[in-house]
T-cell receptor, first 112, second 112 residues
């Protein structure tokens, strides 16, 4: 059964720092990997989608990488801002599961 | 604006009642999904539909039912058989199972 783990569970850093969020998955037979952002009490906002054949995707200050063979992805956030404070979720499609399999998220706080 | 609309935002259910959560999308997506989110847990798949008039159980389908009579609509009924329905429910859609998923803003269901 596909399992997704996110490390760390929580992170608090001063504004302006670059940071890395980690995601690992147990079954490498995925179709794609998605990073989402969730604000308290809200739905999920898609940040980046990496297809299984791709190594990385970039959007503004965000860069996500994928190493399918080792079952790992990282989300790099450059020059963090207080508005980046949210929970970041990693999810994979495929790997023997229906729909998306989610990690439990990383709760990020950026201190002004 | 294209997107996914969930209603209501908040819903209260009495013991023994069935309640229905609405999900409508105007993205022309074939695939639609229902997830449940509980504190400290990742999102879990309840039901999904790849095409109109067809749907499949996810990991936690017991106590729930769905229909997919129109491409745009995928309502979820929480029946009295669901013993612990208090949770945040999220609807999603995608072109197909291998493409980017988009989420609604969620419905928070509380048993009173």
């Amino acid at each position: 059964k596909q399992e997704v783990t996110q490390i760390p569970a929580a992170l608090s850093v001063p504004e302006g720092e670059n940071l890395v969020l980690n995601c690992s998955f147990t079954d490498s037979a995925i179709y794609n990997l998605q990073w989402f952002r969730q604000d308290p009490g809200k739905g999920l906002t898609s940040l980046l989608l990496i297809q299984s054949s791709q190594r990385e995707q970039t959007s503004g200050r965000l860069n996500a990488s994928l190493d399918k063979s080792s079952g790992r992805s990282t989300l790099y956030i450059a020059a963090s801002q207080p508005g980046d404070s949210a929970t970041y979720l990693c999810a994979v499609s495929g790997g023997g599961a229906d729909g998306l399999t989610f990690g439990k998220g990383t709760h990020l706080i950026i201190q002004p | 604006d294209g997107g996914i609309t969930q209603s209501p935002k908040y819903l209260f259910r009495k013991e023994g009642q069935n309640v229905t959560l609405s999900c409508e999308q105007n993205l022309n997506h074939d695939a639609m999904y229902w997830y449940r989110q509980d504190p400290g847990q990742g999102l879990r798949l309840i039901y999904y539909s790849q095409i109109v008039n067809d749907f499949q159980k996810g990991d936690i389908a017991e106590g729930y039912s769905v229909s997919r009579e129109k491409k745009e609509s995928f309502p979820l009924t929480v029946t009295s058989a669901q013993k612990n329905p208090t949770a945040f429910y999220l609807c999603a859609s995608s072109v197909d199972r291998d493409t980017e998923a988009f989420f609604g803003q969620g419905t928070r269901l509380t048993v009173v």
